[in-house]
């Protein structure tokens, strides 16, 4: 029995917001919802690669061609790529993957100094993780200036093991390229799943998709975003929002979005003054950010719910009827 089979109780994703769906490992295999909702980009978050791998390789005849598919992945601690199936999950998806990234400086007519796509040396998979590196002497574009890490960091795998805030800003800068991506390609029914081993059971991935609600609207407070997030899925009692709330980092990656999203991210609002968490920045820096913003699918928010997110008072939870 292969693994896809295995999962065959599968649930329907849920719907973020108009380019983004979520649910649990078992989404994989609704392959008539993947190819029918336009899924070309697939974050899987928490899932060991090794068996992301086995899932990909069984799924890949059923996907769009170039499916890009990236994994944050906090299980092994030392991913093997001498096994045929990672090796080849990992060159396949990091090269769609850092295509992608130089076809969007080329719309922007910026010289990319990207390296051509030939298989790396094998030092490079024994260690095929990103390492941050701020230090990057790659040249500034205008999707650089949408992204909390350097786009030269994404062009070199899709496996990202990272953790606490720095996982929040990995999350955050896949969905913004991938959105780039869509808006830049002009094909709007194209659509971004985001899969985790139990989906709406996961505190850790309701933080990640809380998160992702923040960046795009500011000025929304936790718990606004926590009821908005519960307002698209049915998430169990056995769910603490204590465990959601207090994630490792993402205390820390709200108060980096106040300081860099309020102003000129996102979810800019004009006309706000900046609070003790704004660095201080040039109207043409200002200005800068709010062109490189243009080229991004904000997520639209269902007007009926908007209604639920005045008061700043902690909402009661939604009922799930």
Request: aromatic share 10%; glycine share 4%.
């Amino acid at each position: 029995m292969t693994i896809l089979e295995q999962l065959n109780d599968a649930d329907i994703p849920q719907r973020l917001d108009n380019h983004i769906f979520f649910g649990s490992i078992h989404s994989l295999t609704r392959t008539n919802f993947l190819l029918e909702n336009g899924i070309r980009y697939i974050i899987n978050v928490d899932i060991p690669t090794e068996t992301l791998s086995h899932i990909y390789h069984e799924l890949r005849p059923s996907l769009f061609d170039e499916t890009v598919i990236v994994n944050i992945d906090n299980f092994d601690s030392q991913i093997s790529m001498e096994n045929d199936l990672v090796r080849s999950y990992h060159w396949y998806n990091s090269s769609l993957l850092q295509q992608l990234i130089h076809y969007l400086d080329f719309l922007d007519d910026i010289n990319n100094n990207g390296e051509p796509l030939t298989p790396p040396p094998e030092s490079h998979y024994r260690n095929a993780y990103v390492q941050f590196d701020h230090g990057s002497n790659d040249s500034v574009s205008a999707l650089d200036n949408l992204l909390y890490g350097n786009k030269s960091e994404y062009s070199r795998t899709n496996i990202f093991r990272v953790a606490n805030e720095a996982k929040f800003q990995v999350f955050n800068d896949l969905i913004t390229i991938f959105k780039c991506s869509i808006a830049q390609n002009g094909n709007m029914n194209s659509n971004i799943l985001i899969v985790s081993g139990n989906g709406n059971n996961d505190e850790n991935l309701i933080s990640l998709l809380m998160s992702t609600v923040l960046k795009a609207n500011p000025t929304f407070n936790v718990y606004q975003a926590l009821q908005f997030v519960k307002s698209t899925t049915v998430i169990p009692d056995t769910v603490r929002d204590e465990k959601i709330l207090w994630a490792p980092g993402f205390i820390n990656y709200q108060e980096l979005i106040k300081k860099n999203e309020m102003y000129w991210g996102l979810g800019s609002q004009k006309g706000l003054k900046p609070t003790s968490f704004a660095s201080p920045i040039s109207n043409m820096e200002r200005k800068q950010r709010r062109r490189d913003d243009s080229s991004i699918v904000r997520p639209k928010l269902p007007q009926q719910q908007q209604s639920s997110f005045c008061s700043i008072e902690r909402p009661k939870r939604a009922r799930c009827d």
